[in-house]
């Protein structure tokens, strides 16, 4: 406590805010002595300090090969039978998957787990072991060189149609190399996309690596073969949720454990845990990076190495079907059918992928002085623990550095930037009801003046520099004319023409919607260059006046309220402060003094720019509703979610448990598909109370059960009809508990509500104020 | 003649008896052996000694060097004084050395007589005439015993406290250990002056002198394991500064009325540069390598040494009156910083030099134990006890050099603990000098409940509380058997697995140690020129035998070594038992040259050091004790982290980083690291070490090991100490420090 206390001040720019002063504000914000806790246990990037240089211009990056080219030139099939020797770690014989199946079966921790809950459970000891490995055969990968073949030869295929290059970072792959032989390592890729796992180890085979085991989410396993088949190439499958399954928890660590422990395979995840929507880096989740640092905490390994993937895509496969989900269409249930039915895809252009493959990050550096693994000595190591608090924050800080590492490799397309100014334009002509669209040369010079400004920020953007700006701008609007109509030389956001005329204003809406969330999701893989500045010009745009200790605090209210939306590494307040003010400072736009920050006349431009970067998400979180939705992409669940949850860790918002075990007659409404015809509902209810308290909102999350039964639609393929139809039997089951006055949501959908004005209403998506009203009546 | 002899025998099971009748009767050679034949007959425990002895005398082949007989009789002590001890087979010698010629040569220094059967200089198979030569030999200093005077016993007598005057010279010369260490030590290095290796003109390997049995040996595999494993060049020496500068040592302050006091109880003393510097000093490689350049800091202002228990009553009562710091000099072969004078010690510093302090009280063999003075050191202490019949079976790996004293103020270990136990196992009674006075218990029970015990505030004090003086120690009858034996697994994971086992069916040997690839390497290095062609022809055929055949792969296997003690039979019987258990484990059973070869190591490795320092290679060894399921992750993981860090700081080729498991025990292990590197072209080698061994004891400490098994933790680890025993444990410790010497008289400042 003491040392973070006291490197918080040695950081502060200035004497005149110094932490306690900090901590005294946000105290009294909040009343909240936890989140003032929260505020000085964490961390600092400092961590990462190589990784991170003061300024991000001088940022090293390697250059990248195009590894699709040699498949153009020479044949698959020789590709895919070649011989496949990669060098191993110390140079141990790979186990065969049944060997490590026995290894993991008979390790001490699985013994004494057994041992466990037969005690506490009074079932026999064999019946839990047979459980245990029937756990581990669901789990399981099962390797083998001839699928790994197969996968090569179709990917090349697939690939070359797909895309036009797939660059990789060929230092990267020898940094890599060389971690695999000294260190069990884990790889780390963002996840943006499917094809991420596929495609990294479509590139170690390529590359004479040892291939990866992948982690994966039993969602795969739903589809017949395929499952199989990933399965053979390296995929073990892991229940989304096991709660307080010990038996399963303690085989799945052990079973990732052996592997990285014995060094026989890197274990590859996505930190991110999910597949991000909004190409914007999800918060990361600890588990599996918990478990992935064991090993060596434990001192059963001497290191493991991590290393960040970033994977970037110009276009990404499931663009229109993130938009959609965002927007409350379910996502599709991954099924063998339905991949077969997705080949349509293969008839597009997806641009090119970046692949960088980042500095391996030793986790024994990571922890120097952070961890004390000495606290293991006194307990039989092989007793699961819950991780000390120590730990914990330790594990924390490095997910969110190695996130930032992913981010900071990603490369960044021209559309990038074009996307971002168009969505700012989009939604000024929104407001203001001016004609449409903005002129091409302007968009071009708005665009290469955005190009400098972000390479000063340290973007890693691919802009080629030998073509002339306006051919850069027409090639890439042409890439994605899928979300830009030009016409009169203006370009504005529209969606294909050729589409047949939308049936009513709810589709018009949801049409517009989707356009501007693929959009969004664009701009959202430049955010992180801008985010550090754009809170501080918000903070600037939002302060009363331009004392520095004021703008501090703004800026560290904002960053705060952000940190469930953005990678904000909890704890780095005074450093990231810092750092947006050396990157405004640096070019200009700022000029901070002891006392004061003021915006230069030359700054002007760039503030305007970064204030609306942050736009949307401030509208987003605001707690008003308006009758007219400025940024269509509020509508997005993910924002909702997120803003919820910074809402509840704010204590802007109670979270009260109450669970409602009913049996509901009228749940399956029409529809054969529901497995269990009496549904088990459980209500999170949550209530809060904005601030001028004449809106209240309650907002109902549905439990996995719900979810799960509703998924059955989500074969029809997310038509609009059906999304229809979904939301208004639930409504329907929700009536029965709430009034309808509400702000609902749930995980794959949100529905918007109140007493004033229907958010929903806007998108056209559900009822009248009368039917409303009548409802609520009943 | 033959009646009075047998009946002396039969009515004394007292050796001590035995020796006074024998030497006071004067028997002349005919009557020993008139009394060999007569116990031969009359006392079977002592008869098969005998034999042996009187075989081997008389030229007799011994059964072969399997049967390890214990040729060393019950008599031999009475006969024989150790100064003019003949290079008898000794019981630790045996079949090992068979292949190895003698050294022209047999010492007539007691020296010879080291622990480990490996360094005694032996002769029992280099042909008939010079058995001939032996026997004749042996029976010729018998005979010379015999016609010895009565009375010139004093090894052995429980003498009174002879001031200096009354000490004959024939006493001092039979002292391993002189006052002056200078005449027979190195004062930079490891050990006997007379006693290195160094690479001759033709650039092999050899070790000097006659004190061992490697001594006049060529080495010729060292040359090329030295230059691979370091990257060291023969062309590229780094000499040491060849005498020591008085000069540099800087003029003692002395504080007057003490030296006056002093003076007039007539312990000797000296202020001489020399006899400062060489007590200033342990063996850490950073006070060797500042030695070896001259380099000399804060050193004794006086030395003392006292005659016995009284003397240092004494010296402590006027350090006390006049408030000198003392700091306790046993054998000097600390390993921990402890020996260094405090930097902010102001006052005049005295080193007692317990060295004069050596002799064997009394033996009680009805309760087998010997009383001891604490100065002895273990070559002195096992040879005498052995000239009895018995033995401590205390042997650490320094046992030349180190004493009773410095083993219970450290909590030392020996590589027999199994069968012996450590120190604390051994010790029955202890007399220790504090400021405060004399502490030791009112009897001699084996076991007391009386609250904490007390000899545990002694037992690794460390010289911070006062001098042991006295010390009752447990002996045993020697080992009427012994044998060496080694095994090979495929890996050290396997290794381990099989001494966890041993450790588990608690039937470990005396002695059990297993040696990493890299040790087994260092091993094999070490292997002295064969002499036949048939023999290496052997050795060729074993190893295809093991890499070919077995598989093993030559970059991985590893071996245990193993030393059984005890009766014939049940060693053979033990020893089946060990290598079944070894079989489960892949282990297969290697001969007991490479046993004995791993034991060698241990004790020349302290001179490779120097021979390492002559040509920019240092090196060290540190240990640590750890949990069973702790031994392979920490072996691990300290070995990568020490190559790890000389990356990190510039060392250009890869370091020895190696490490083996030297005791089990039923909860766990103790593992030595050895670690030596290259340090040509760094710019503060001596820095480079100690950050290296900061990292790696953190290392270990991180990863369950103890902060010492047994070294202690003198000066070089006392950081980590409130950390290793908690607050309350330091403070304990002060509470009884600060009642015990209040002034801090005993000022090294060790622990903490």
Partial sequence: MTTNRERHVERSPSASYDCSKFDLWQAQLYMDSSCL??????????????????????????????????RRNSSDLRYALRCYTPVLYKGVTPCTAGALKNMVLQSAQIHFVIGQVSNETGRAVDDIQEEASAILEEMAHSLQLSTVRFFAFTLSKVFKTLFRSICVNEEGIQRLQQAIQEHPVVLLPSHRSYMDFLLMSYILYTYDLALPVIAAGMDFMGMKFVGEMLRMSGAFFIRRSFGGDKLYWAVFSEYVKTMLKNG????????????????????????LLNIAMDPFLKGEVFDVHLVPVSISYERILEEALYARELLGVPKPKESTSGLFKARKVLSEDYGSIHVYFGQPVSVRRLSQGKVDRGQFNLTPRHIPKRPSEEIHSFVNDSAYGLVRAQEENMVLKPWVLLASLLLQNHHGDQASGRARGMALDELTEQAVWLRDLSRQYGAFLHWPDHVPPPEVVSSSLSLHRGLVTITEGRVQLASEQGEPPPVGPEEELLRQAVTVLSCVSYRNQALHVFLRPALLASAVHAASSSGKQEIFNSFSFLRNMFSNEFILCPGATVQDFEEACFLLVKTGALHVSQQEVVVTERGHRTLAFLTSVLDPFLQGYQVRVRSRLRYTEVLSSDLQKNALAALLRLGAVRKIKGYVGFDHPRVPVGSVEYARPRARLKLHHLEFISTNESVWFVAIRVSTDVKQQLRPYSAFGGKHEVFIRIMNEFIQIMNEFIR???????????????????????????WSDGEAERRARL | MENVVQRLLKCSTSTFFQLHIVNCTGLGEEGVKAAVATSRLERGKLRRRTRAAVETGVGHREP?????????????????????????????????????????????????????????????????????????????????????????????????????????????????????RQEIMKWNGWGYSDSRFL???????????????????????????????????????????????????????????????????????????????????????????ALREGRIGRVPDLVVWPNCHNDVVKIVELACKHNVCLIPYGGGTSVSSALECPSEETRSIVSLDTSQMNRILWIDEKNLTAHVEAGIVGQDLERLLNESGYCTGHEPDSMEFSSLGGWVATRASGMKK????????????????????????????????????????????????????????????????????????????????????????????????????????????????????????????KKIYITKFKGFDPNRLCVATLLFEGNREKVLQHEKQVYDIAAKFGGLAAGEDNGQRGYMLTFVIAYLRDLGMDYYVMGESFETSVPWDRVLDICQNVKARIVHECKERGVQFTPLSTCRVTQTYDAGACV???????????????????????????????????????????????????????NVGIGMLKSVKDYVDPNNIFGNRNLF
């Fill in chain 1, 37 to 70: 806790l929260a505020s000085l246990h964490g961390s600092d990037t400092l961590l990462f300090a190589d990784m991170q240089h003061r300024d991000p211009m001088l940022q090293k990056r390697d250059e990248f090969e195009d590894m699709l080219e040699e």
């Fill in chain 1, 264 to 287: 026989f395979a890197p274990v590859e995840f996505f930190l991110e845990g999910t597949r991000s929507r909004t190409s914007k880096s999800l918060t990361p989740k600890l588990g």
């Fill in chain 1, 740 to 766: 309808p006055t509400d702000f609902m949501m749930s995980d794959s959908f949100a529905v918007f509500f109140s007493s004033e004005t229907l958010l929903l209403k806007c998108s056209g998506a559900c």
């Fill in chain 2, 64 to 180: 072969g060097p399997r049967t390890r007989r214990c040729p060393q009789i019950a008599f031999c002590p009475a006969f024989c004084d150790p100064d003019s001890l003949p290079p008898r087979v000794g019981w630790i010698a045996a079949g090992a050395l068979a292949s190895i010629p003698t050294p022209a040569a047999h010492g007539s220094a007691p020296s010879i007589h080291k622990h480990g059967s490996s360094m005694a200089s032996n002769s029992s198979s280099s042909g008939g005439s010079d058995r001939q030569r032996i026997a004749q030999q042996r029976l010729r200093i018998i005979a010379g015993h015999l016609q010895r005077p009565a009375g010139d016993d004093s090894a052995l007598l429980a003498a009174e406290c002879k001031d200096q005057g009354s000490k004959s010279d024939a006493s001092s010369e039979e002292k391993t250990v002189p006052r002056r």
């Fill in chain 2, 199 to 289: 690479f001759n003109k033709k650039g092999q390997a050899e070790f000097t002198g006659k004190r061992y049995k490697l001594s006049g040996m060529i080495i010729p595999g060292l040359k090329e394991w030295f230059e691979g494993t370091f990257g060291a060049n023969l062309q590229h020496k780094s000499p040491a500064t060849p005498i020591l500068n008085s000069s540099a040592v800087r003029p003692p302050t002395l504080n007057e009325a003490f030296v006056e006091e002093l003076k007039s109880t007539g312990v000797p003393f000296s202020h001489d540069a020399e006899d400062r510097v060489f007590r200033a000093y342990g063996h850490c490689v950073h006070e060797i390598f």
């Fill in chain 2, 418 to 541: 199994n069968i012996y136990g450590n120190i604390e196992d051994l010790v029955v009674h202890i007399k220790m000098v504090t400021p405060r006075g004399v502490i030791e218990k009112s009897c001699q029970g084996p076991r007391m409940s009386t609250g904490p015990d007390v000899h545990h505030f002694i037992l690794g004090s460390e010289g911070t509380l006062g001098v042991v003086t006295e010390v009752t120690m447990k002996i045993r009858p020697m080992p009427e058997y012994q044998k060496y034996g080694s095994v090979v697994f495929p890996n050290f994971e396997q290794g381990v697995a099989c001494l966890r086992e041993v450790a588990k069916q608690r039937c470990a040997p005396a002695s059990i140690r297993l040696m990493d690839n890299e040790q087994f390497k260092f091993g094999h290095a070490l292997k002295p020129q064969v002499s036949s062609i048939f023999t290496s022809f052997l050795d060729g055929l």
């Fill in chain 2, 672 to 726: 030595y690291f050895y670690f030596g590197f290259n340090y040509r072209g760094l710019s503060d080698p001596v820095h480079v070490y100690e950050q290296v061994e900061h990292a790696a004891r953190e290392e270990i400490l991180a990863n369950g090991g103890s902060l010492s098994h047994h070294h202690g933790v003198g000066k070089l680890r006392k950081e980590w100490m409130s950390e290793t025993v908690s």
